[in-house]
């Protein structure tokens, strides 16, 4: 039921999808070294202790990104999934400061994503939008001059988000960045409430403007802000096995995605990283039917979440849930 039911994915990161064996094809192109000798110890190093051990391997990946065509070839694949996998609309992220850094022009990867994921929309119907993140673990002014640098692309881009490492990183840090992204028409997400604190929640609503919460799982140690959430139906993208690989929670059958939409907040499921975390978003899917019973109803009410969750208009939205409901009824 869940493998071809229409979904949409709010929540993932497009280097978090670089396969070890695409890695290893293109460190060999660009005549790098290659981050792992093979592609097993590649899943070898996969193993995380918290949400850091997980970056340092992530960012080291991504040095084999250099040209226009790289970028193109990673976006590609993933977008291979969304076809595979029924997800008929896809919000990504991108982490432009993780390329400028090493030296690579932010036209090279705005420019090869970009046209992936036109060629998708034109092949097949691939619906999707661009989301630019800044990493919090660099300065505030570093993220205004990056932004700076994307709003030539501003077209490309349906808004910013925040990612990185959370702790003593605190939204605040980019309430001006933030603000100029939205005088310039951008929307607003962050990660919030990964590992950091509630209060990065009420931080990333009250001073970033966001639209939906990334992550946000540790929300439910504030019963005033899951009142709030519940209250205006903010969405949550949560990402059930990042949150059991980078050790959020020890065992996924203590994850509290079902209860948070038991309680009536607008939680979605997302894979965040699938090329580091064992799956895409299938997988997620299939994790909560294995470890925790999800019900039918629950998977179609989380599919359904993810297109009202989605910066899709309205119309657009109407349409994806009525394809949710052909399905069900051709079944
Ligand atoms: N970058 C990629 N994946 C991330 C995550 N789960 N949290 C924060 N930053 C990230
Ligand atoms: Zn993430």
Redesign the pocket.
Known sequence: MINHLPKAELHI?I??SLEPELMLTLAERNGLPAPFSSIQDAQAAYAFSD?QS??DI?YKGAGVLITEQDFYDMTWAYLLRCRAEAVLHTEI?F?PQTHTERGIDISTVINGIDRALQDAKNQWGQSSHLIL?FLRHLSSEAAMETLEQALPYKDKLIGVGL????MGHPPSKFQAVFERAISEGLLTVA?AG?EGPADYIWQALDLLKVSRI??GVRCIEDEQLMERLIAEQIPLTV?PQ?NLK?CVVDDMSQHNILDLLNRGLLVTTNS??PAYFGGYLNKNYDALVEHLNMTQEQAVQLARNSFTASFLSEQQKILFNQKINNYLAER
């Not at 990612?163 to 959370?166: R, V």
């Open positions: 990161h280097e978090g949400l997980f970056l992530y992220f982490d993140c990612d990185s490492s959370e990660h990964e990334d992550h990402c990042s980078l965040d990283d």
